[in-house]
């Protein structure tokens, strides 16, 4: 038990200092943690409020729990999110797809926390947790590489400066952006981590090298059912560090081939049945992509919306979350290992060379992927938008930083490590290097801290649905629109439907509904009619299958809300 704890000494110590790190960067969340939820989103002039994206959180992990009590009894489940693209459909999964959405859900961790806390408690609690679980798999990934170039250093002295690089995953403006407005890939990062982990366990590890490529195969087909950037920039990643790894050990070329073919054989398997399992439990979701207007890809001009300016890398406090490409003092951590790798090419033939190659991959795929994340602010993201399959799907370039982070943490470890092994060489004492070490984690810690208030908000009204219904929403609004969310948390309290729910791909069959019936139905809202007694309903009724109309009375005078 000694020697156990003696080892795994980091693990309470460093979730206590995440956690508490946690606490500070989401102030005051803590101060009214069972009533409030945080809303980091723009303040519109039409509304004293906006709702953000976690009250989609909340409807996924209610229809979460609800599709493990339907499996439970054996009734069908209704799956609501990506029905819409086409309005007249029944939306009703087989048993075989509740239960790989069940397996595949991002939600468990609030769907757990839900056993023994209320909703409020539960989504505060998945925000703050994020901050250990993102630490610990980031400290994991940094210290599987920096351990091959610190063997100098203790055991002890590598984890804290793997623990100091995992700041930068842990604090990063852009993740805690995404977590408190409701993204769930603020969370997943955790899940990319341990991918980027496991990758690293299949270059250096050679026994049981089969069961980490099946793992690291099931982190690519969750994500494929989660966050499909994670998937694709997952699959990039681990092509880049393969590829890479064979071409640096030139000297054991065919070997290092042999090795990884040797590995793929054993886990295609399970390749071939996650992608066979994505494609036949998703068809709804690639049928709304292809009957939508953005089939052939969203058009340059709205993701040119959605790319930061150049100047925003230095800018702090950034509002919208889609710009935030901040990251602290990352920049000058990327210009001092370029200046290192410079150093090491003047005098090659007495440098480290297996370190070189480290310092070069990372420096190259940080620099490469940044550039990305600018979107059409560079010309670099034109040529992926160009040739590389579904990136021309995402209007969000900025979503890249999610793997700018991790690199840059580890150009961080290998630089704290190459920093500490210097003054060891030159016999300095503990405490200098301590000290260098202490001042690294205070200037990232700093740096990423926004200086700026979280707004905090409560819940909206969530309309009670019945078994069976299917519903009408009035307003009636494009489903990009902040309604679409509200549409779809107050689904969640029942199993129903609705024809004018959220979907992030707008259907022709969908465009064609919003101008038959949109501008109709919020017109004879806003005049008080009882629109449940019109020929329109009555077409609904004939044409969608709509059993009921919900009038959001707090919205339809809005007279932004009309076609």
Same mark, same amino acid.
Request: hydrophobic share 45%; glycine share 6%; proline share 4%.
């Given at each position: ?28 969340? *803590? ?18 409020? !906006? ?9 996924? &992990? ?18 609501? %999110? ?35 806390? #209320? ?37 002890? &002295? ?22 408190? *407005? ?8 955790? /899940? &990319? ?5 496991? !990758? ?57 081939? #042999? ?41 340059? #001009? ?60 990372? =420096?190259?795929?940080?620099?490469? &992927? ?11 993201? %034109? ?36 920093? *500490? ?6 016999? /300095?004492?503990? *405490? ?34 019945? %078994? ?51 501008? #109709? ?6 005049? /008080?009619?009882?629109? %449940? ?6 077409? =609904?009724?004939?044409?969608? /299958? ?18």
């Amino acid at each position: 038990m000694v020697q156990i704890i003696k080892k795994h000494w980091y693990m309470p110590v460093f979730t206590l200092v995440y956690i508490i790190l946690g606490l500070i960067f989401t102030w005051p969340l *803590v101060t009214e943690f069972s009533t409030k939820v945080p809303n980091n989103m723009f303040i519109e002039a039409e509304h004293t409020y !906006v709702w953000g994206d976690h009250i989609q959180v909340y409807a996924g &992990f209610r229809e979460h729990k609800n599709m493990i009590a339907n499996l439970a009894k054996n009734k069908p489940s209704l799956q609501k %999110e990506f029905c819409y693209g086409e309005v007249d459909s029944e939306c009703t999964l087989t048993t075989l797809e509740s239960i790989s959405k069940i397996v595949f859900s991002p939600y468990w961790l609030h769907t757990m926390f839900n056993v023994f806390f #209320d909703d409020n408690y539960v989504y505060n609690l998945v925000i703050l947790a994020s901050f250990p679980l993102t630490g610990i798999a980031g400290l994991f990934f940094v210290q599987q590489i920096i351990k091959k170039h610190a063997q100098s250093l203790s055991r002890n &002295f590598q984890l804290v400066i793997s623990f100091i690089a995992s700041l930068f995953v842990v604090l990063a403006p852009i993740r805690i952006h995404h977590i408190l *407005v409701g993204h769930r890939n603020g969370w997943l990062l955790a /899940g &990319f981590l341990l991918q980027l982990f496991v !990758v690293e366990k299949i270059i250096d590890t050679k026994k049981y090298n089969w069961a980490w490529q099946v793992v690291c195969v099931l982190l690519i087909v969750y994500f494929a059912y989660t966050e499909r950037f994670y998937m694709l920039y997952g699959l990039i990643y681990s092509a880049a560090r393969v590829g890479w790894y064979v071409v640096s050990h030139k000297n054991n070329y065919k070997k290092a081939v #042999d090795f990884f073919i040797e590995g793929l054989k054993k886990s295609i398997w399970v390749g071939v049945a996650g992608i066979a399992a994505y494609i036949i439990n998703n068809g709804g979701i690639l049928n709304s992509i292809g009957n939508s207007d953005i089939s052939n890809g969203r058009p340059l #001009d709205l993701i040119t919306f959605y790319s930061p300016k150049l100047w925003y890398i230095f800018q702090r406090v950034t509002l919208e979350h889609e710009h935030v490409i901040y990251f602290g003092v990352g920049p000058i951590i990327l210009l001092m290992c370029g200046i290192l790798v410079i150093k090491f090419l003047r005098n090659w033939k007495e440098t480290n060379k297996n370190f070189v190659y480290e310092l070069v991959f990372f =420096l190259g795929m940080s620099v490469l &992927f940044l550039l990305i994340s600018f979107g059409t602010s560079t010309p670099v993201y %034109e040529f992926f938008y160009t040739y590389v399959p579904t990136f021309d799907l995402s209007r969000t370039p900025i979503r890249a930083m999610f793997l700018v982070i991790p690199l840059v943490s580890v150009l961080t470890g290998l630089l704290c490590a190459y920093v *500490v092994q210097k003054i060891q060489e030159k016999e /300095g004492s503990v *405490v200098l290097q301590g000290g260098i070490l202490a001042v690294m984690a205070i200037a990232i810690s700093w740096s990423l801290y926004s200086f700026e208030p979280i707004s905090l908000i409560g819940l909206p009204q969530a309309y009670e649905v019945q %078994e069976g219904e299917k519903i009408v929403f009035v307003p009636v609004t494009e489903p990009g629109h902040f309604f679409g969310s509200l549409y779809e948390f107050s689904l969640s309290t029942g199993n129903a439907t609705s024809v004018n729910g959220y979907n992030p791909f707008i259907t022709k069959e969908m465009e064609e509904f919003y101008k038959t019936f949109g501008n #109709d139905l919020n017109k004879r809202a806003q005049q /008080g009619e009882d629109i %449940e007694n019109t020929f329109l309903f009555k077409r =609904l009724e004939q044409e969608y /299958g709509v059993t009921d109309v919900i009038l959001m009375h707090e919205y339809i005078s809005d007279p932004h809300l009309t076609y």
